[in-house]
């Protein structure tokens, strides 16, 4: 098994066992691991950086904003679970595909839902734009993990 760019970053920023919220920081890391390992993607690099401010008691989480790349497809991925101001909506994708995505998103997320600007732990300006105005490279937001797979799922795979 070959090591990731995903695997080194983490293994150079793990967070001290006395973290409270250390047990978030890890179902990250792995929920990254397990898509990557479910999807069969080898290919897992670290785009950006960002800081998880948690509720009390109040830590400061170093976290990877990171890319899933199969053929023709990349996904950039970022959960802030301590951010109040993005819940319900905790996790930003960002697809970017050789052909338009044309199929359902099953109330996923909102298809005309514009971003403004760059999302912190982001450093992919072009790819922030709604799915109804560029179907081939798009930004949502979505609610939990469950919807992340659910979208991988439905973009992975290209005709």
């Known amino acids: 098994m070959a090591l990731s760019e995903f695997d080194y970053w983490v293994a150079q920023n793990n967070i001290p066992e006395q973290f409270a919220y250390g047990k978030g920081w ?3 890391v792995e929920l990254i691991r397990r898509f990557a390992h479910k999807f069969e993607i080898a290919d897992v690099r670290v785009v950006g950086h960002y800081v998880v401010r948690t509720p009390p008691p109040e830590e400061e989480l170093p976290m990877p904003a990171v890319t899933l790349a199969k053929t023709g497809v990349e996904v950039a991925l ?6 109040p101001s ?3 909506r905790e996790w930003t994708v960002s697809i970017r595909r050789r052909s338009p995505y044309a199929g359902p998103t099953f109330n996923l997320f909102d298809p005309s839902s514009i971003f403004e600007g760059a999302r912190r732990g982001f450093r992919i300006r072009a790819r922030l734009r ?3 105005r560029e179907p081939a490279r798009f930004t949502c937001e979505l609610v939990d993990a469950w919807d992340v797979a659910t979208l991988l799922r439905l973009v992975l795979h290209e005709p």
């Not at 970022?78 to 951010?83: R, S, V």
Request: hydrophobic share 40%.
């Open 26 to 28: 890890w179902e990250y």
């Open 78 to 83: 970022k959960w802030d679970f301590g951010a």
């Open 86 to 88: 993005s819940w319900p």
């Open 130 to 132: 709604p799915v109804s």
